[in-house]
């Protein structure tokens, strides 16, 4: 029973940070594959601070989002002047650098070894210590994100955000400053995946770098895609499907050391074969109204 | 003082590695204008090829580098012909095609780790290459040098072929004009496939420099494609010199800030040569003064 609930709180955690990622590559057109970076940003914070500060896990995480904010912003006043691949390359080079840190500053983050023993998140006394309980939260934190990414999809700044996204020169000459929106989401978007990042480091209660490279990032992206671009139902769905849908492999008793790149292989065939035959992905975008 | 120019002199032996993964991309990026992120996985599964034939098989040196090249440049146009053409066929986004290529640079990754566990593989080398020799101040090995003389050949030969062949001309009609290129009666389909075989046979010459030197593990594609994307992007996309003038740059910069910084940072210093081009210069070292 534990197992299924663990499964699910995994597939909620997912669905936070393709719903933060789904503001950048669904409504703005914005392709990154530094997701699991900024997912790391609020792992670690969250990590550092319960363990070795004793703070809360709720103000850990959300000093973890200010930072990852903080850096968000600093990387994309350059990044996100230049368009389309240029700014691929630059997120994909701040991944990288990410791990690297993560793995070279060991007096901070303990190096390849990572952080363990991170106490469950715990509210006024409520402490979130069984799996149900942590069910109930990642719910309720994936219903957030949702709702925030929702209000931004359907608010005048989430049209100028698709206007970008169509026509960027068109939305420039409309007078709209296309690098401060550009901006804002994904400030926006990577203080979510913080918090998701955060959840994570609550509910494993053990982060290392490998966590948080790469192949998350496109794992990410890939739940983005393969669930809907610009719609957030779409994601969760989607982290539904591609969490779930590998996790039947257990029963099919394929032996651990190739379970997970099969696993990849799945989710890199999905891709590939959305592209060519479903590219809206499982629940397309609603036109908007 | 010596050590500053052995530095300086190691980062332009890692520069011509550099611009031959640049040089491979390139050709690829910058005359389709896909970014062909299986272009690592060809790199990957091309030095599993090798190490498998060389070591596990124990077939001759010649025979494979022979195979390793045969594959890359098959796998590279059987890419273009299955999954990039019927992509370009019902009109799919740039962005559609980019993460094709992801999922497909996934899909390969992880099938060489099915196939030969995720561990690196070394590929023995024969001692007297490994031996350093001195040139004035400096020490070279003969690996080091077989690679450099083995870039600045494939620089030259590409620069020819792209110059004076008629398939070369058509590829760089098709870079410059598709639409154009179309018109005027080349079979497009026929020279993309021609690209990709270029690119992908380029993948191949570098992963047998680089897996003789250190080795191959499942993710050295990844690592490649990053260096040939900053480098391609720091040297230019519009020249095929670009890339090469971005990989010695990076090979360099990484070497001698290896003088103040740690080697970990690395692949951090080249991030950094990046951002600093995308800042001040976005068309890169080669290109146009004034960005479009």
């Known amino acids: 029973m534990d197992y299924i609930f663990y499964v699910l709180i995994l597939a909620s955690l997912y669905a936070i940070l393709a719903v933060s990622l789904n503001l950048l590559v669904g409504l703005t057109g914005l392709v990154s594959i530094a997701h699991a970076g900024f997912m790391a940003i609020g792992a670690y914070a969250t990590a550092l601070l319960t363990t070795k500060a004793g703070a809360n896990f709720f103000a850990a995480a959300v000093v973890g989002m200010g930072l990852a904010a903080l850096v968000a912003a600093l990387l994309a006043v350059p990044t996100l002047k230049v368009t389309g691949d240029h700014y691929i390359i630059a997120s994909f080079g701040f991944q990288v650098i990410i791990i690297s840190v993560l793995l070279n500053w060991p007096a901070l983050t303990n190096g390849p070894f990572g952080i363990s023993g991170i106490p469950r998140p715990s509210l006024f006394g409520f402490a979130f210590a069984s799996y149900p309980r942590l069910l109930v939260l990642a719910v309720a934190l994936a219903g957030l994100a949702g709702w925030v990414a929702w209000r931004i999809a359907v608010s005048p700044f989430g049209a100028v955000l698709r206007a970008i996204r169509e026509d960027e020169g068109a939305a420039r000459s409309l007078g709209k400053d296309v690098t401060r929106f550009k901006v804002q989401v994904f400030v926006v978007g990577c203080a979510l995946a913080a918090l998701g990042g955060a959840l994570y480091a609550g509910v494993t209660s053990f982060i290392d770098p490998p966590s948080f490279d790469i192949h998350e990032s496109i794992f990410i992206l890939a739940i983005v895609i393969i669930g809907g671009k610009g719609n957030v139902l779409g994601s969760m769905l989607g982290a539904l499907v591609l969490i779930v849908l590998p996790e039947l492999l257990k029963f099919l008793a394929v032996p651990s050391s190739i379970a997970d790149p099969l696993r990849r292989v799945l989710y890199g065939v999905l891709l590939m074969a959305f592209m060519r035959f479903l590219p809206a992905g499982l629940l397309r975008e609603r036109p908007a109204r | ?292």
């Not at chain 2, 350093?132 to 020819?160: D, E, K, N, R």
């Not at chain 2, 690209?195 to 594609?221: E, H, N, Q, R």
């Not at chain 2, 010199?241 to 740059?249: E, K, T």
Request: aromatic share 8%; proline share 4%.
């Open chain 2, 1 to 292: 003082m010596g050590e500053l120019l052995q530095l300086t002199v190691n980062g332009l032996i890692a520069g011509s590695a550099y611009a031959l993964l640049a040089l491979g991309f390139w050709v690829v990026y910058g005359t389709t204008r896909t970014f062909h992120f299986a272009h690592g996985g060809v790199y990957t599964l091309g030095g599993y090829v090798f190490y498998h034939t060389l070591v596990a098989l124990g077939a001759p040196f010649v025979v494979a580098v022979a195979a390793t090249l045969l594959v890359t440049a098959l796998l590279g146009m059987a890419i273009e012909r299955f999954v990039y053409r019927p992509l370009r066929a019902i009109g799919a986004s740039d962005m559609e095609t980019l993460l094709s290529s992801l999922g497909l640079y996934v899909l390969i990754e992880n099938l060489v780790i099915i196939v030969w566990k995720s561990d690196p593989r070394l590929v023995p080398v024969a001692e007297p290459l490994q031996q350093g020799l001195p040139f004035g101040p400096v020490w070279i090995t003969g690996l080091q040098l077989v690679g450099l003389v083995a870039s600045l050949g494939l620089w030259g030969g590409l620069a020819l072929f792209l110059r004076r062949s008629r398939v070369g001309k058509a590829i760089r009609a098709l870079a410059a004009d598709p639409e154009m290129t179309e018109i005027v009666g080349i079979n497009e389909d026929r020279i993309r496939l021609v690209v990709y075989a270029v690119g992908s046979l380029l993948a191949g010459c570098s992963v047998v420099l680089s897996a003789i030197d250190t080795g191959i593990a499942p993710s050295s594609g990844m690592s490649a494609l990053l260096i040939a994307t900053i480098s391609v992007i720091v040297g230019g996309t519009n020249a095929v010199s670009g890339g090469v003038a971005g990989g010695f740059l990076i090979g360099v910069v990484e070497n001698v800030g290896i003088w103040k910084i740690a080697s970990e940072w690395k692949q951090a210093i080249a991030f950094g040569v990046l951002a600093a081009f995308i800042l001040l210069r976005p068309t890169g070292l080669l290109g146009p003064r004034q960005a479009k």
